[in-house]
């Protein structure tokens, strides 16, 4: 396991049953202070809207609130979906975030909206901004980080001058392509879109042309992980995050439910085996044997990790399990 790659934390924020944001808020804090222990290297929150289970819509607010939380784990977006905003909006949010943690934060960029079609309208007003502008738009948005010239007209402030690295994120082809040709680094989203992963990966390192930010190419792999004492604790914990799914999947998405024994019909089943493929479940040793096998068939040189589960120590527990088999060397620290 000495080749594992380093290691960070995807937060959607859980509104759990019987929770609300403010509890969501806090628990997220209180996962990144002990990801920060134990050394995980990311903890970024996604953007959506109009999700009754998910509470970091206001990314950028979040962010501050786990950053001023925290000391040294880098914070971003993972990430924030560039069609809902104007690139300058989003330069000087994050130029603000720069300048109150400088050197800790990242931002992943999405250009899917995150929600449905009356959402997005009641976001941007109106629905003229195009999905296909999404790379100019990323263009847009870096050369407002870069240092102010003589006769600039439009200034990020903050912004102009300051490092915020930029990620592309995506869940098909478009975008390896786009962070290939720009030479970013990618994180693909195979926690909940496995189906393209090997062809996007391949297609992303085959193009990629370096750039001032990164001179080869670099991927981050979304995976869930679903970690407990024993296979059976685990699985028992992970029908929470299959409920939140098939309740999505049939329209009617809600706050992460408990979980419970079902029974999926086999429609159901089919669509979570896909959805769910690079899903890893149970004792810490089935734990490190998926991530091992994982890493081995992507050459990820980064993981992200989603832990949907109800309890808050059961989940806390779930990323020390993870943290533990990802860097075997370290001396175990126990969640309190």
């Not at 509104?15 to 970024?44: C, M, P």
Request: proline fraction near 7%; glycine fraction near 8%.
């Amino acid at each position: 396991m000495n080749s594992m790659p380093a290691f960070s934390v995807l937060d959607l924020a859980p509104i759990v049953e019987g929770g609300d944001a403010a509890l969501a808020l806090r628990s997220s804090l209180d996962i990144a202070r002990h990801a920060e222990r134990w050394g995980y290297r990311r903890f970024w929150l996604a953007e959506h809207h109009g999700m009754p289970g998910i509470a970091s819509a206001a990314t950028a607010v979040v962010i501050g609130h786990v950053a001023g939380g925290t000391s040294s784990i880098r914070v971003g977006a993972g990430g924030i979906m560039l069609p809902n905003h104007s690139p300058l909006v989003i330069a000087e949010q994050f130029g603000t975030l720069e300048s109150l943690f400088p050197g800790r934060i990242d931002l992943g960029l999405g250009r899917a909206p995150g929600t449905d079609q009356r959402t997005s309208l009641a976001l941007r007003r109106n629905l003229e901004s195009d999905v296909d502008g999404f790379p100019q738009d990323v263009v847009e948005l870096m050369e407002y980080f870069r240092p102010a010239h003589t006769g600039q007209r439009v200034l990020a402030v903050p912004g102009a001058g300051l490092n915020v690295p930029i990620w592309i994120l995506g869940s098909s082809l478009y975008g390896a392509r786009v962070a290939a040709q720009l030479g970013l680094p990618y994180a693909f989203a195979s926690h909940f879109a496995p189906a393209e992963l090997t062809r996007a990966i391949e297609l992303y390192r085959a193009g990629f042309k370096p750039s001032a930010q990164l001179q080869r190419p670099y991927v981050m792999l979304g995976v869930n992980v679903i970690a407990a004492e024993t296979d059976a604790d685990a699985e028992f914990l992970a029908t929470s995050h299959q409920r939140a799914v098939v309740n999505l999947r049939r329209g009617r998405p809600a706050r992460l439910p408990p979980p419970a024994r079902v029974r999926w019909d086999p429609l159901e089943q089919a669509m979570l085996d896909q959805v769910l493929s690079c899903t890893a479940v149970g004792s810490p040793g089935a734990v490190q044997h998926w991530l091992g096998q994982f890493v081995a068939l992507t050459g990820a040189d980064e993981l992200i990790l989603a832990s949907q589960i109800h309890d808050h120590r059961a989940r806390l527990r779930s990323y020390e399990i993870a943290a533990d088999v990802l860097r075997p060397e370290a001396a175990p620290a126990r969640a309190v």
